[in-house]
């Protein structure tokens, strides 16, 4: 099967860092799907794991969290899917990704794509959508249809995540969302996705937030990106007994700052229950499935906003510099081999 995969940790502009291979056709396991992918696309995660995590010499790895494709064959234990059914997931971070003609997923973490999508809209959804449902409902403990007379602060509202934090939030809580963004454009983009604010993250958060909402605090926060940079800050707009989720690496932070106001903290891996097969794991796709629901009842809307064409090593090479460049709106997708 065709397949991009890398061997050195080399910068994305080099032509050897993703390369088309060639490798054997996997075979499903107890759990599995066999899906034909017919669409990806590309997170953070892609690119940290190129640029920080050599495969052993000899062995390409391919890399790809969201995809969108047909189901080819089940294993036996696999429940809930027949061939021919049209799929999407995010896979497990300990697996074979997605940038491959075919691909093994665990049935428990897949679901039906939304009907109402194509191919690449919905491959831009599975990652972000897991990741920003945990962070809402798991981490930071909002009851779905509860909020009320609360606020949250979304850090990067117009990444990946964030595009989808916001519609989540906003569709199933009655929290006031506030989401940064600074330029043009990614305010826009937050509006359009249904931030009731959108506050200049280039200034110093606790005063934005002040200036341009009138909160002088909040009871939540998301901090999808740059948590170092605005952490101070973050500790000093949070409410006393206020929570804050993180899912990005910050260098360091000094968590004691939190002890005065009995902030709690919060990380967040969509890939825990996977890699850690947890008795949960299904939740992955169930979760998936309500999303699918509410896309294809036009409550919630397809976060993709660049497509590079074939999922080929050029195309894909050109979609790491994107996402590596942190400019980026919503999610870059390719499609097709």
Not at 35 to 52: E, G, H, L, Y
């Amino acid at each position: 099967m065709k397949a991009i995969a890398f061997t050195h940790c080399l910068p994305a502009t080099d032509p050897a860092a993703l390369q088309d291979i060639e490798l054997p056709q996997p075979h499903p396991g107890p759990h599995d799907l066999l899906v034909r992918v017919q669409a990806v696309s590309v997170n953070p995660i892609d690119t940290k794991v190129r640029r920080t995590a050599a495969p052993p010499a000899g062995q390409p790895r391919v890399l790809g969290w969201d995809a969108v494709g047909t189901v080819q064959a089940l294993g036996p234990l696999a429940s809930g899917f027949a061939v021919g059914d049209r799929v999407y997931y995010a896979g497990a971070i300990n697996r074979p990704g997605s940038n491959s003609e075919w691909q093994l997923v665990d049935a428990r973490i897949a679901a039906h794509a939304p009907r109402s999508l194509s191919d690449a809209q919905a491959a831009a959804l599975p990652l972000t959508t897991i990741t920003a449902w945990e962070l809402l409902f798991d981490r930071l403990g909002v009851p779905q249809g509860g909020g009320a007379g609360q606020a949250l602060l979304i850090v990067g509202g117009a990444g990946g995540v964030g595009s989808m934090l916001i519609q989540l939030a906003r569709q199933l809580t009655q929290l006031r969302v506030v989401a940064t963004a600074s330029r043009p454009e990614t305010v826009q983009w937050c509006h359009e996705l249904g931030a009731h604010d959108v506050i200049d993250h280039r200034q110093p958060l606790a005063q934005a937030l002040r200036a341009q909402t009138g909160l002088a605090q909040v009871e939540l926060v998301a901090s999808l990106t740059q948590t170092d940079q605005h952490f101070p800050h973050i500790v000093e707009l949070l409410a006393p007994q206020g929570r804050l989720a993180l899912i990005d690496d910050p260098q360091a932070i000094d968590i004691r700052a939190l002890k005065q106001k009995s902030i709690s903290l919060h990380w967040e891996s969509m890939f825990t229950r996977s890699l850690f097969q947890t008795a949960d794991m299904p939740v992955q796709g169930q979760l998936l499935a309500t999303v699918a629901q509410l896309v294809d009842a036009g409550r919630i809307r397809s976060t993709q906003r660049q497509h590079l064409g074939r999922i080929t090593a050029d195309n894909l090479r050109q979609a790491h510099v994107l996402q590596e460049s942190g400019t980026s709106i919503g999610k870059t997708v390719l499609e097709g081999f």
